[in-house]
């Protein structure tokens, strides 16, 4: 029978590759180290079971400690060769090079095994029991017949183990000189060559089969890569199909419109593409009928376009065009288009054709009209700005400068341009001097988005400096690069002097061009630093006008400001040149003196005072006399803060006024005057807490009628008493004046107006009852008092003309203008007013004809004596009989007994008060 050669066959097989042929076989000897190593475990539990069947039965005829010693010898390997399986199994080695040192490791390991097994049998002794004897020898048989399967898959490591273990069964009967088992020995030896031939044909068949795996393996690993390369070749033809469609839809329908025009007259379209319906025009249409091409394009354009494709004997003679033309479009109108031409020459070198395309530019067209309009806008805009701008390029030399920077530096542009910034633009820090060199420079080399702004120095073409504002931006392109810069610069020398200017108003009054209260506040707290650090002594001065506000209220604010003006320069000369002046407001100026001592303060006060008191304003043939009251604190080590030390000198001014007006008071913490005002000032918080918590009450005092009284009606005056958180009365004679003090008298008389309005449309509608109600100077200047009377008067229903408000003299006069107008305002609602304490002041009746009131209330300071002094009782009858000769009815305070009640109406006194009439009574016990 006819059988192929092997080698040929395989060689076949392999495509008569070699490369590919030692690539199977290498895949095969991996495949059977990789079993090798897997059967590994069950070779090394095999001979553990072999272990323990010899040591059994040698045991009792050979050395224990030979056994022992030859026992772990075995473990020791076994543990090796398991420790090497587990290494192989977590390397997972995939080479060749690398499977082949893995079998040599394993092969060793195999012949330590057999040498340990074949080195056992020459321990045997030749007087050992037979039965003894074939134990080892059929355990030794099993092992070279059992290794088969695992060892033989690599030849080589077979035979490293069996050989050892094949020559100790032949050899030890001989070595021993055991005759009786020579037979057994031959035997041993013929069995093992009949072993080694059938481990080589199980070795052989291994190969085969594995062989034969690898060529399959790589057999669909070559079918599974040409089909995935027949499915890449697939998809790259379905790509460049697509690709190939969309160039196509691109050519036919995209944005450049393909033509081809015969070379004659018009030039006849022969072709055109159908994406010229783009324009509005039909491609079959055009095609078919042949029509000229250059009848669609603007008649200007078609000349230009006629007589750049014609040489100069007429004929077509180009290389080729391209213009920018107007097509015209079926329903009017033009489109901007880029056309390219190039001709087609015939066999005789003539134009037959002409091929080209248009593009659509339309849209660019009107983004370079756009930028052009911007850019004469913005031509505009750089020569109508305030700014100056010169704008260079990236070398630093001058491209631009508008009016402004022409008229700042001195430079014309015809004579800037092109020249280097630094001749042009010189600069130096505005701070230290120092010449700058080019801006532009060091703007383009920034990496802080190029843009720098800050104050500098110009030094112009003519020699003068200008104080600017410079910033200096870097031009750059989208990508970054530089490409020039700009400097814009502004003429700061208007804004340097407005500042300057508001500097000043910030710390000067514009009344009377003296430094204001803040600037005063912030050298006095420097000289609190002085007196604490340095141990210096300063002085400061609070002075108040004394009938200044009798200017104001008699000849206007103008003549008042006039009046401070006048003064404010007076008082200036009067000081020394390290002190400091200030107006804080209103009427009231502070001074300070620096390095001063209390003895010194106080003369300066005096001399200052003496000044003010000696001057004579005239105003319209007027002539008016001010005083002034001073108040001196000495700034020491001690002192506190700019807060205490202005409370301290207005407490000390005050206690001049207080004191009889036009005089010095020094503060001293022993004064019981000013310890009176702080203790008023302790009272401000209780007041205000009082008012939010409704802790006033009313009290009433009986008004009685005498004979010669108009009427009989009901006279009661409403009194308020404070109580404290105990419930216990505070007498007013305690808070009135910390609350007039510090403003906190208006929120009094507004509670006394609501309460006693609302118990009067309860307690006292349809009676006829007058009411009088106290009111303080500083209610008189307040206009949205009227508004809140005549609205709670709406709210209660209460007749005005049975409510009548009380004023006190010096009130009154103080506030002049502003308490006529009030009360008039409410005469008109209705409501009467009572001038109370009439008598106290040294112009009473000089100015009793300008208020509209209709009571007068005789001081009772001149009814108390009365009866002793002659003086105080003509008093009473001189101020009753002007008052009655007036039409007013007068009530005499401070009628304490029936004595002075008589003598009273014996004077035709009107009405009378006192305890002598009625003590004050809580006005919710009033009964009619």
């Known amino acids: 029978m006819w059988q192929a050669d092997p080698a040929a066959a395989r060689q076949g097989r392999n495509g008569g590759d070699p490369s590919r042929s030692v690539r199977i076989a290498r895949q095969a000897f991996v495949g059977r180290v990789a079993l090798l190593y897997e059967q590994g475990p069950s070779t090394i539990l095999a001979s553990f079971i072999a272990l323990l069947v010899v040591a059994v039965a040698v045991n009792g005829h050979l050395p224990r400690r030979w056994l022992a010693i030859w026992g772990l010898a075995h473990v020791v390997t076994a543990s090796l060769r398991w420790l090497l399986v587990r290494a192989y199994w977590h390397a997972r080695p995939q080479g060749f090079e690398a499977n082949r040192f893995w079998m040599r490791v394993y092969a060793v390991g195999a012949l330590a095994s057999g040498l340990l097994w074949g080195g056992a049998l020459f321990f045997l002794g030749a007087d050992w029991p037979a039965e003894v004897i074939v134990l080892v020898y059929t355990v030794g048989t099993g092992l070279l017949v059992g290794s088969v399967p695992t060892n033989a898959l690599v030849y080589p490591v077979y035979l490293a183990f069996m050989l050892p273990i094949l020559a100790g069964l032949a050899l030890w009967p001989l070595v021993a ?45 070559e079918l599974l890569e040409h089909n995935r390369e027949r499915l890449r070749h697939l998809r790259r033809l379905q790509r460049a199909e697509r690709e190939l469609q969309r160039e196509r839809q691109l050519f036919l329908e995209g944005p450049v419109v393909v033509f081809r025009c015969r070379a004659s ?96 530019i339309s849209k660019l067209k009107a983004a370079q009209l756009a930028l052009q309009r911007e850019k004469e806008r913005a031509q505009v805009t750089l020569q109508s700005i305030g700014d100056a701008v010169i704008t ?16 700042l530096t001195g430079w014309r542009l015809a004579d800037a341009q092109g020249k280097a910034l630094s001749l042009v633009y010189q600069v130096s820090d505005e701070e230290t001097g120092v010449r700058v060199a080019s801006p532009v420079a060091k703007c383009l080399r920034s990496d802080r988005g190029g843009i720098d702004t800050r104050m500098m120095l110009l030094h112009r073409r003519d020699g003068r400096d200008v104080p600017i504002r410079q910033t200096v931006a870097a031009i750059r392109s989208a990508t970054g690069e530089p490409l020039g810069a700009t400097i814009v610069f502004h003429d700061m020398s208007e804004a340097r002097a407005l500042a300057q200017q508001l500097a000043y108003h910030a710390t000067h009054d514009p009344l009377t061009d003296l430094i204001n209260r803040r600037e005063f506040e912030r050298r006095l707290k420097h000289a609190l630093r002085s007196a604490k650090e340095e141990l210096k002594q300063h002085v400061v001065l609070y002075m108040d006008l004394d009938q200044f506000k009798v200017v104001n209220d008699t000849c206007g604010h103008v003549a ?37 001592s209390l003895q010194e303060g106080r003369a300066i006060a005096d001399t200052l005072r003496h000044t003010v ?34 409370s301290q000198a207005d407490m000390a001014c005050y206690a001049a006024k207080d004191r009889g007006r036009n005089r010095v008071h020094i503060y001293e913490e022993s004064d019981e005057e000013l310890a009176r005002r702080r203790g008023e000032m302790r009272w401000v918080s209780q007041i205000s807490r009082a008012l939010k918590e409704d802790r006033f009450a009313l009290y009433y005092q009986e008004i009685r009628p005498l004979r010669h009284a108009p009427d009989e009606d009901r006279h009661i005056e409403v009194l308020i008493r404070l109580l404290d958180e105990h419930g216990e009365q505070v007498s007013p004679g305690v808070i009135l004046p910390a609350a007039e003090r510090y ?26 009852l007058h009411v009088a109600i106290n009111l303080s100077g500083a209610t008189l200047g307040d206009h949205t008092f009227l508004e809140f009377v005549q609205e709670r008067m709406r709210v209660w229903r209460v007749p005005p003309w049975m409510i009548c408000f009380e004023i ?121």
């Open 392 to 407: 260079t390029n990236v070398h630093g030399r001058i491209e631009i400068m508008n009016p402004m920077a022409e008229r």
């Open 743 to 768: 403003n906190l008298v208006g929120g009094i008389d507004r509670w006394v107006v609501e309460h006693v309005l609302e118990w009067y449309a309860h307690n006292a509608t349809g009676h006829r």
């Open 613 to 646: 008191s000696q001057f004579r304003f005239v105003w319209e043939e007027k002539t008016f006399e001010v005083g002034a009251s001073v108040g001196v604190v000495a700034i020491t080590p001690d002192s506190m803060d700019v807060v205490s030390v202005l």
């Open 265 to 360: 007259e018009g030039w006849p379209i022969e072709y055109i593409s159908p994406n010229v319906l783009q324009f509005g025009m039909n491609f079959e249409t055009l095609a078919f009928e042949k029509a000229p091409f250059l009848r669609l394009v603007h008649q200007e354009d078609a000349r230009r376009l006629e007589a750049a494709s014609r040489g100069g004997a007429g004929h077509y003679d180009f290389a080729h065009l391209d213009a920018e033309i107007r097509l015209k479009l079926p329903g009017g109108g033009t489109r901007w288009v880029y056309c390219y031409i190039v001709p087609v020459f015939d066999a005789q070198g003539r134009v037959e054709h002409f091929d080209g395309y248009l593009l659509d």
């Open 560 to 596: 008042g400001d006039e009046l401070l003006k006048q003064l404010a320069t007076m008082l200036r000369k009067q000081l020394r040149g390290s002190d400091t002046i200030a107006r804080l407001g209103g009427d009231e100026f502070g001074v300070l003196l620096q390095g001063c």
């Open 177 to 221: 000189g055991a005759v009786r088992f020579v037979p057994v020995g031959m035997l041993m030896l013929a069995l093992g060559g009949v072993i080694l031939l059938l481990a080589r044909d199980y070795n052989r068949a291994m190969r085969r089969m594995f062989r034969l795996q690898a060529e399959n393996e790589v057999l669909v690993g």
């Open 808 to 928: 006190t003299e010096n009130a009154a006069i103080a506030n002049l203008g502003e308490a006529t107008e009030f009360m008039q305002r409410l005469k008109q609602l209705g409501c009467q007013f009572a001038l109370d304490d009439f008598g106290s002041g040294l112009s009473s009746f000089a100015y009793l004809k300008s208020l509209p009131v209709d009571y007068l209330k005789i001081d009772g300071r001149f009814v108390r004596g009365m009866l002793d002094d002659p003086v105080d009782c003509t008093m009473v009858s001189a101020i009753n009989e002007v008052g009655q000769a007036m039409g007013l009815r007068t009530i005499a305070e401070y009628a304490e007994n029936e004595a002075i009640i008589r003598e009273l109406d014996r004077l035709a006194v009107d009405y009378v008060q006192g305890y002598g009439v009625a003590p004050p009574r809580p006005l919710r016990l009033f009964s009619f």
